[in-house]
């Protein structure tokens, strides 16, 4: 982006500054992951010389190297650190930036897959499909996407019918959004003073399920990219209010150094829609008193100096050019008042002995859940189903597909898979109880896998209404040496575990095979041909090692050439990286030349 321009707003020609790293993104030694651009998105493809790098960004942006967003809104993981034992709930997630964030904190540390998982939730379904598409570019099977208000989002239970509870919690809830003015100018003219008010109760009805799902010892954060006290002090005020004791907001002060931030302030007013301030619920004409509720309001100054509503974190544009947001950090304690009701009730622990059938398991759980939901009516609101404009039918495009579409494998599928294992030489230390498929077919022909514990709750918990979970791992085939081939979408956690039909090749063989389509072998170097001709025909796994670490790609031994069966976008992208590490590209001007 040197010397390049743009135009704003038929002004003269500005310089397009280059990328350079958040000054107060953790970042990791020698590799900032950070990094802000300064032009603005509707001025990128117009930019002299910028139309290559928005091909770019979009590019890495489709497979899902990069995930592009506002600064400020990455602030809510970094607060919360998220390990990867962790299991975390993003209550409003759509469109899913900031559980992209949870899905990498998981998996920090090494190629062994994490015991902890991600639940991403979002109320609006076209959104759930939108966050589906967006979390399938990571590629985790510890993730899984539901569909449900988060004020009632679910109790949840696991294989003993005991209560899960959540390490950490995020809930960037629904606000008027008026902390986006300078990227949003729409929103000048939908903007009204009681914007933040009609949201108001929505927003601490979340935060309160959010605390009742918290675990003792949790965090959880409140955040919005609203401006509007009404949407921030007063919800974190009344949420320490109504759980005194028991949660508490948590000083981040010393946290991210070079964030510039600014103190959650103590007095507010609240207009109406004529713009008349009103400095208390009471000052309020009686019409006024049942729209506005009384949460708007400050407490008074002792109590807020007693819950240290200082602690919340107000970032303004002009601070450190950057969107509008607010964030809270809360944490609750290790032991909660158990006078308190809270809707965590609706699951009692039962002895369910292991031993027992799934099936019969289930059975037991279905049955508690049921006379829970008829014996205690506070309850019956956590299972209902989304809120319906009276006398309008249900989007049937968007209609929730039934959540156990996702069957634990039978055994005589589960037989096929273990043909493949052989195959592979996949040890007995791969999770095969943890394969799942969309149908109940004898072969059905995507193999997923999911994480134990996102397993354990879409089995156990049937009224869940799950959206997207699990990566594939085999495919179904036929005239092969297997009943199932492994894919490239869940090789990175498969491939480890092989030990057979592996293919160690260099980098530079590697760039021929991402380069051209079905490459003849005399155009590998001397090396990979020799190995080659001794491989036999069928599906492999290249293995290549990049700096401490190895990739694994899942390809194919014709009889005169190989290929990488990899997606054409991804064999680009990977191309350019490894040129990044000094890899010689492959010579166009060569013998090379594809099979027929």
Same mark, same amino acid.
């Given at each position: 982006? +040197?010397?390049?321009?743009?135009?704003?707003?038929?002004?003269? #020609?500005?310089?397009?500054?280059?990328?350079?790293?958040?000054?107060?993104?953790?970042?990791?030694?020698?590799?900032?992951?950070?990094?802000?651009?300064?032009?603005?998105?509707?001025?990128?493809?117009?930019?002299?010389?910028?139309?290559?790098?928005?091909?770019?960004?979009?590019?890495?942006?489709? &497979?899902?190297?990069?995930?592009?967003?506002?600064?400020?809104?990455?602030?809510?993981?970094?607060?919360?650190?998220?390990?990867?034992?962790?299991?975390?709930?993003?209550?409003?997630?759509?469109?899913?930036?900031?559980?992209?964030?949870?899905?990498?904190?998981?998996?920090?540390?090494?190629?062994?897959?994490?015991?902890?998982?991600?639940?991403?939730?979002?109320?609006?379904?076209?959104?759930?499909?939108?966050?589906?598409?967006?979390?399938?570019?990571?590629?985790?099977?510890? +993730?899984?996407?539901?569909?449900?208000?988060?004020?009632?989002?679910?109790?949840?239970?696991?294989?003993?019918?005991?209560?899960?509870?959540?390490?950490?919690?995020?809930?960037?809830?629904?606000?008027?959004?008026?902390?986006?003015?300078?990227?949003?100018?729409?929103?000048?003219?939908?903007?009204?003073?009681?914007?933040?008010?009609?949201?108001?109760?929505?927003?601490?009805?979340?935060?309160?399920?959010?605390?009742?799902?918290?675990?003792?010892?949790?965090?959880?954060?409140?955040?919005?990219?609203?401006?509007?006290?009404?949407?921030?002090?007063?919800?974190?005020?009344?949420?320490?209010?109504?759980?005194?004791?028991?949660?508490?907001?948590?000083? &981040?002060?010393?946290?991210?150094?070079?964030?510039?931030?600014?103190?959650?302030?103590?007095?507010?007013?609240?207009?109406?829609?004529?713009?008349?301030?009103?400095?208390?619920?009471?000052?309020?004409?009686?019409?006024?008193?049942?729209?506005?509720?009384?949460?708007?309001?400050?407490?008074?100054?002792?109590?807020?100096?007693?819950?240290?509503?200082?602690?919340?974190?107000?970032?303004?544009?002009?601070?450190?050019?950057?969107?509008?947001?607010?964030?809270?950090?809360?944490?609750?304690?290790?032991?909660?008042?158990?006078?308190?009701?809270?809707?965590?009730?609706?699951?009692?622990?039962?002895?369910?002995?292991?031993?027992? #059938?799934?099936?019969?398991?289930?059975?037991?759980?279905?049955?508690?859940?049921?006379?829970?939901?008829?014996?205690?009516?506070?309850?019956?609101?956590?299972?209902?189903?989304?809120?319906?404009?009276?006398?309008?039918?249900?989007?049937?495009?968007?209609?929730?597909?039934?959540?156990?579409?996702?069957?634990?494998?039978?055994?005589?599928?589960?037989?096929?898979?273990?043909?493949?294992?052989?195959?592979?030489?996949?040890?007995?230390?791969?999770?095969?109880?943890?394969? &799942?498929?969309?149908?109940?077919?004898?072969?059905?022909?995507?193999?997923?896998?999911?994480?134990?514990?996102?397993?354990?709750?879409?089995?156990?918990?049937?009224?869940?209404?799950?959206?997207?979970?699990?990566?594939?791992?085999?495919?179904?085939?036929?005239?092969?040496?297997?009943?199932?081939?492994?894919?490239?979408?869940?090789?990175?956690?498969?491939?480890?575990?092989?030990?057979?039909?592996?293919?160690?090749?260099?980098?530079?063989?590697?760039?021929?095979?991402?380069?051209?389509?079905?490459?003849?072998?005399?155009?590998?170097?001397?090396?990979?041909?020799?190995?080659?001709?001794?491989?036999?025909?069928?599906?492999?796994?290249?293995?290549?090692?990049?700096?401490?670490?190895?990739?694994?790609?899942?390809?194919?031994?014709?009889?005169?050439?190989?290929?990488?069966?990899?997606?054409?976008?991804?064999?680009?992208?990977?191309?350019?990286?490894?040129?990044?590490?000094?890899?010689?590209?492959?010579?166009?001007?060569?013998?090379?030349?594809?099979?027929?």
């Amino acid at each position: 982006m +040197v010397g390049c321009t743009y135009t704003p707003n038929e002004s003269e #020609p500005v310089p397009c500054d280059p990328p350079a790293p958040i000054p107060w993104f953790p970042q990791i030694p020698e590799l900032p992951i950070g990094w802000y651009f300064g032009v603005p998105k509707r001025f990128l493809k117009k930019a002299a010389g910028g139309d290559q790098f928005n091909k770019y960004l979009i590019l890495q942006s489709d &497979v899902g190297t990069i995930t592009r967003q506002e600064a400020v809104s990455m602030l809510p993981p970094l607060f919360m650190d998220v390990q990867p034992h962790h299991y975390v709930l993003d209550l409003c997630a759509a469109p899913g930036s900031k559980t992209c964030q949870f899905i990498e904190a998981l998996h920090v540390g090494g190629s062994a897959l994490p015991t902890g998982l991600v639940i991403a939730n979002d109320a609006n379904r076209s959104r759930c499909d939108m966050l589906s598409h967006q979390l399938s570019r990571i590629n985790s099977p510890n +993730v899984a996407v539901t569909n449900h208000p988060g004020q009632r989002f679910p109790g949840l239970i696991g294989s003993k019918g005991e209560s899960i509870l959540f390490d950490r919690i995020l809930c960037d809830v629904p606000c008027s959004g008026d902390g986006t003015f300078r990227k949003n100018p729409d929103l000048w003219v939908k903007w009204n003073p009681l914007m933040g008010v009609g949201n108001h109760n929505l927003q601490l009805s979340i935060a309160i399920r959010a605390f009742e799902l918290l675990k003792p010892g949790g965090r959880m954060v409140y955040s919005t990219c609203a401006m509007n006290p009404v949407e921030d002090e007063a919800v974190v005020c009344t949420l320490l209010q109504k759980f005194r004791g028991q949660l508490q907001l948590v000083d &981040v002060s010393k946290m991210l150094p070079g964030l510039k931030r600014r103190n959650g302030i103590t007095s507010w007013r609240v207009m109406d829609k004529d713009l008349n301030w009103y400095s208390s619920h009471d000052e309020l004409p009686e019409m006024l008193k049942q729209k506005i509720p009384s949460t708007c309001f400050p407490p008074d100054e002792q109590l807020l100096r007693d819950l240290n509503i200082e602690r919340c974190l107000r970032l303004v544009p002009h601070d450190q050019d950057t969107g509008g947001f607010f964030v809270a950090v809360l944490d609750k304690a290790m032991v909660v008042n158990q006078n308190t009701k809270t809707q965590e009730s609706v699951v009692v622990p039962m002895n369910i002995d292991e031993d027992q #059938p799934i099936q019969t398991k289930i059975e037991i759980i279905q049955q508690q859940q049921h006379e829970n939901q008829n014996t205690d009516p506070d309850n019956q609101i956590i299972f209902d189903e989304e809120e319906e404009p009276k006398g309008k039918k249900k989007n049937q495009k968007f209609q929730h597909k039934a959540p156990d579409s996702l069957e634990v494998l039978n055994q005589q599928t589960l037989n096929l898979c273990l043909n493949a294992k052989r195959f592979y030489g996949i040890s007995d230390e791969f999770p095969f109880s943890d394969l &799942v498929a969309r149908s109940e077919e004898l072969k059905p022909q995507k193999i997923l896998l999911l994480a134990k514990g996102i397993r354990e709750i879409i089995q156990y918990n049937p009224r869940l209404k799950v959206c997207f979970s699990g990566i594939r791992v085999f495919q179904g085939v036929q005239g092969e040496d297997s009943d199932y081939r492994l894919v490239q979408a869940g090789i990175h956690v498969v491939g480890p575990y092989c030990s057979s039909r592996l293919f160690t090749i260099s980098a530079d063989d590697l760039m021929i095979l991402l380069s051209y389509e079905d490459p003849l072998f005399h155009t590998f170097s001397q090396e990979g041909q020799n190995k080659f001709s001794s491989f036999e025909v069928g599906s492999c796994i290249f293995v290549v090692q990049v700096l401490q670490e190895k990739m694994f790609f899942i390809g194919w031994r014709g009889k005169v050439s190989a290929k990488v069966l990899v997606k054409k976008t991804e064999r680009n992208l990977l191309v350019q990286h490894f040129q990044g590490l000094g890899t010689k590209s492959a010579d166009p001007n060569s013998s090379t030349q594809s099979a027929l």
